[in-house]
């Protein structure tokens, strides 16, 4: 059975900086991701990375303030954010590709449980 466990996120100032975990079970995924999705709003695109973390993919409303990793001895990708704004409010998904592009939802197949990320001003 797959399962992508989230842990980390909370309520920061802006300015501040958190970390996302997500530990994936039962698989290993080449492509895995990050999605975000805030009150009223749709999910979107946060950020990707390939298995041997060569490529990375970002969001340009994130480019320069958050990272990708991934640990693939632990089956395990990180979401570091730094520079938190406000706008940065929202759940946030890990995500496994299977199929399509690194940007589009509708490729990726299993979603951990998502975490609240609130950025105070």
């Known amino acids: 059975q797959v399962q992508l466990v989230q842990s980390g996120g909370g309520l920061v100032q802006a300015g501040g900086s958190l970390r996302l975990s997500c530990a994936a079970s039962g698989r290993t995924f080449n492509t895995m991701g990050w999605f975000r999705q805030a009150p009223g709003k749709e999910r979107e695109f946060v950020a990707a990375?390939?298995?041997?973390?060569?490529?990375?993919y970002y969001a340009d409303s994130v480019k320069g303030r958050f990272t990708i990793s991934r640990d693939n001895a632990k089956n395990t990708i990180y979401l570091q954010m730094n520079s938190l704004k406000p706008e940065d409010t929202a759940v946030y998904f890990c995500?496994?590709?299977?199929?399509?592009?690194?940007?589009?939802?509708?490729?990726?197949?299993?979603w951990g449980q998502g975490t609240q990320v609130t950025v105070s001003s």
């Open positions: 990375i390939s298995w041997s973390g060569g490529s990375t």
């Open positions: 995500a496994a590709k299977l199929s399509g592009s690194y940007y589009s939802r509708s490729g990726y197949g299993y």
